[in-house]
């Protein structure tokens, strides 16, 4: 079955130590999100690739990078995580169409990070 | 700013229908999305309204008024698999997602 994947499902750091989430897809959607979402929040949007275009959100703090090496993949890094970055880091991935056209976006199951 | 309003909390019961409502204000308009997302997990789509009326698909209903900047979700026959959160989110005009902080629906038997 065609499907985003994301690993670890869970996931413990250490605060200020670099942690890498991974995301693959076999679908072959051009677009790729990242999204933060905390407890009873909406998600957040962190930052998204139209094909290797990397687009990021105005309020995504600099300890948040991203990668996407081809299209199946997408890594987010966070460089140095604090207690305020503990959340579920969801991947999704959608295909573009064109400008007047939306499909909806396909979710990875998430990543559950805990930071110590 | 933009802003989507979803009640936090609702309760219903095992077979039963029950109402989820969604207010925006965007920038622009480009549909609106109904997720359910159950605890944990990622969430899952729903429905897809960019025309004002009711969408129906099986038990879930959706609907839509632009002018009043208004959606609602409307479950049927009410499961316990039901119990999630629904998430409404509206595609604004640089066909960026605004997501609600969704809507907890709990089932009783």
């Known amino acids: 079955d065609a499907m985003v994947i994301q690993n670890p499902r869970y996931q413990v750091t250490q605060f200020g130590k670099p942690v890498t989430l991974s995301c693959s897809q076999t679908l072959n959607h051009n677009v790729m999100y990242w999204y933060q979402q905390k407890s009873s929040q909406a998600p957040k949007l962190l930052f998204h690739?139209?094909?290797?275009?990397?687009?990021n959100e105005a309020d995504t703090p600099d300890n948040f990078q991203s990668r996407r090496p081809n299209t199946s993949f997408c890594f987010l890094d966070i460089r140095s995580p604090g207690l305020g970055d503990a959340a579920m880091y969801l991947c999704a991935t959608r295909q573009l169409l064109g400008r007047m056209d939306y499909n909806e976006q396909f979710f990875g199951p998430g990543t559950r990070l805990t930071v110590l | 700013g933009q802003n989507i309003d979803q009640p936090t909390e609702m309760t219903a019961t095992e077979g039963a229908i029950v109402q989820i409502n969604c207010t925006y204000q965007t920038s622009g308009f480009n549909g609106l999305f109904w997720y359910q997302q159950h605890a944990g997990e990622a969430p899952t789509f729903l429905s897809y309204?960019?025309l004002d009326g009711l969408e129906e698909k099986g038990r879930f209903s959706s609907f839509l008024s632009r002018s009043k900047g208004y959606s609602y979700l409307l479950l049927k026959e009410l499961q316990m698999k039901d119990s999630a959160s629904y998430l409404c989110?509206?595609?604004?005009?640089?066909?960026?997602?605004?997501w609600g902080a969704g809507t907890k629906l709990i089932i009783k038997p």
């Open positions: 989110a509206v595609l604004d005009s640089n066909y960026q997602l605004i």
């Open positions: 309204n960019v």
């Open positions: 690739y139209y094909d290797k275009d990397f687009n």
